[in-house]
């Protein structure tokens, strides 16, 4: 299980620097303002119809609650950033624990 932590944290980090090269580019083809694309924007750019499918089944199997506040803030953040904070906290959680020697007097 820890294999598969830590591959797909991997994955998800590639992922996070092919989002940022993609916003430095637009940065510099854009003269040097910043700019930065939100990971809805860009889903939506790629499968439109998944993500409408995507806000439907949230609203209906967990509630409004869980889009309108949590998720949509989350759609709002940078792609780059979303992917990064995700694979660096599964590949933290697929480590290899240090082992801990306890000595009994």
Do not use: C, H
Request: net charge neutral; hydrophobic share 55%.
């Amino acid at each position: 299980m820890r294999f598969v932590l830590r591959t797909l944290g991997i994955w998800l980090l590639l992922l996070a620097m092919v989002a940022a090269v993609v916003d430095a580019t637009k940065s510099l083809a854009g003269g040097g303002a910043w700019a930065v694309t939100p990971l809805g924007e860009q889903w939506r750019q790629l499968f439109p119809e998944m993500l409408d499918g995507f806000r439907q089944w949230v609203i209906d199997t967990v509630g409004d609650w869980l889009w309108d506040p949590i998720l949509l803030s989350i759609l709002a953040a940078p792609t780059w950033v979303v992917f990064g904070i995700l694979g660096v906290f599964l590949y933290w959680l697929g480590q290899k624990r240090k082992e801990v020697e306890v000595y009994i007097n």
